[in-house]
């Protein structure tokens, strides 16, 4: 285990906030006054010249798939790439994700622990749910799950043979506990095959749970 | 130095005003809330303003509804609701509704 002080009243912004909008609230009446205020405002500044709907489409596109879990994917394609910016990222992953133009960390450190043959790295948050959600996005449900937080220390083979991910007796196991003040992040193992693949191509192969660590990542 | 797309001021607003997302993936539930947000980050890319211009008017629209996280309220406007009056205001200050 990664030794750690862990704060114990969990009263501080170490969690992604929770987000009160994330169900609809209006009805299907009211939902197409909305469509109707927002197509007229559109169709204003469309025919003001202000902005094109090609402009909008685009906005679209790239927020949805940029941000996110796609964030650390960028890290981790970066660092399979560029030796350099790897050696920075194992040295000091706060300043090495922050050269890529993520932030939004509230004062924790990162920290990338890097997957090899014969070492694999898993993440967790035993005490609660400490995630690095602005590489990660918001964390997934089992995450946050008391089964996953306990059984994944006492038996990390068994919990992580039930992701779907069996090790060899040769592999060592280190499980990493996040807290307030430090998140990890893992850094996978570049798969075979991939030598001709760009970096956008790479970074659309790294998962979210790879990243955790209870994946690996396969073409 | 950075070959991302999104900006963090408006990918990673840190309180409730923050974008919602499940699993770090944008939620939205009607394709007007698509628009609304898509026309509030191209006319700032376009420089027409500030997005801390228009955050102050998404953070003052959410805390006139009196909601917070600790006090989730379904009954209030939703967020992209907030995003849109914003979006109005910013625009008319701005001039930019004006004929």
């Known amino acids: ?219 | 130095m950075t070959d991302r797309l999104a900006k963090p001021a408006v990918a990673e607003m840190p309180g409730i005003e923050g974008l919602p997302r499940k699993s770090g993936e944008l939620v939205f539930h009607g394709d007007w809330e698509r628009r609304a947000f898509a026309l509030a980050v191209a006319l700032c890319e376009q420089g027409h303003y500030d997005w801390d211009e228009f955050r102050a008017y998404l953070i003052a629209s959410i805390a006139a509804a009196g909601e917070s996280p600790a006090a989730p309220n379904p009954a209030a406007p939703g967020y992209y609701e907030h995003w849109l009056a914003s979006l109005e205001r910013t625009l008319t200050a701005k001039g930019l509704l004006a004929p």
Not at chain 1, 95 to 100: F, P, V
Not at chain 1, 156 to 181: K, M, Q
Not at chain 1, 211 to 216: D, L, Q
């Open chain 1, 1 to 219: 285990m990664a030794d750690h002080e862990h704060d114990r009243d969990h009263g501080h912004a170490h969690t992604a906030p929770p987000n009160p909008y994330l169900e609809p609230r209006r009805s299907a009446a009211e939902t197409q006054a909305l469509e109707a205020r927002v197509a007229k405002l559109e169709q204003l500044l469309i025919d003001k010249g202000i902005v094109s709907r090609a402009t909008l489409d685009h906005i679209v596109a790239v927020y949805e798939n940029d941000i996110g879990p796609m964030n650390g994917a960028r890290v981790v394609a970066r660092a399979w790439l560029d030796a350099d910016y790897k050696q920075r990222l194992l040295h000091d992953a706060t300043a090495a994700i922050a050269e890529l133009g993520f932030s939004g960390l509230q004062g924790e450190h990162m920290v990338v622990v890097e997957n090899s043959a014969q070492v694999h790295n898993v993440v967790v948050c035993t005490l609660c749910s400490c995630y690095p959600w602005p590489v990660l996005g918001l964390p997934p449900a089992w995450y946050k799950s008391p089964p996953y937080r306990s059984r994944i220390v006492i038996d990390p083979r068994g919990v992580l043979a039930e992701f779907g991910l069996t090790l060899g007796e040769d592999v060592e196991v280190r499980v990493w506990d996040s807290s307030a003040e430090i998140r990890y992040l893992v850094l996978p193992e570049r798969p075979a095959g991939t030598e001709r693949l760009s970096e956008a191509e790479l970074a659309a192969l790294v998962t979210r749970d790879a990243m955790i660590g209870v994946a690996k990542i396969s073409l």
